[in-house]
């Protein structure tokens, strides 16, 4: 994806990477990449405006969780995993998702909660909504 800005028109443009054709266009950089995810992920699109929709404090991250899972970087986790070096069978690794790190974070889930080991997850910076702690990463493991 090339965002180009246009200060003449003082819009966010995005083309195609293969034949630099733009298909998206807005004011704002944000409006301009789910334009583009419209126009490229229409399914993962729409799983992502649902999600802001339904949800707003986690429209930002639900976009950047989108772009995770274009790039394909959601991959199946290992399963159950040792916890203080014991298997809890409660316990599953659900996902590994690459992030800005070399090593991918880590989506458990135990009992119905579903946790990430990055820092947003760790600092209590992802919202959260209805007793559910949302980072991007979890989002992009919802949406892949
Ligand atoms: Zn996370």
């Not at 990477?17 to 409006?31: F, K, L, S, Y």
């Not at 583009?36 to 802001?52: F, M, Q």
Request: charge should be neutral; aromatic fraction near 6%; glycine fraction near 6%.
């Amino acid at each position: 994806m090339d965002i180009i800005y246009n200060p003449s028109t003082y819009t966010f443009q995005i083309a195609l990477p293969e034949t630099g054709e733009i298909v998206a266009e807005a004011v704002a950089r944000p409006d301009a990449e789910m334009a583009y995810l419209r126009v490229v992920a229409p399914e993962l699109a729409r799983k992502t405006d649902h999600c802001a929709g339904k949800f707003p404090a986690l429209t930002d991250r639900a976009r950047r969780a989108a772009f995770i899972v274009l790039a394909g970087h959601v991959a199946a986790g290992r399963g159950i995993v040792a916890l203080n070096g014991r298997m809890h069978r409660t316990t599953v690794e659900v996902a590994r998702v690459q992030g800005s790190q070399p090593e991918p974070y880590s989506i458990t889930e135990a009992r119905g909660v579903l946790i990430c080991n990055c820092p947003d997850f760790a600092d209590a910076g992802a919202p959260v909504v209805e007793g559910t702690r949302y980072c991007k990463h979890v989002l992009a493991y919802l949406l892949a």
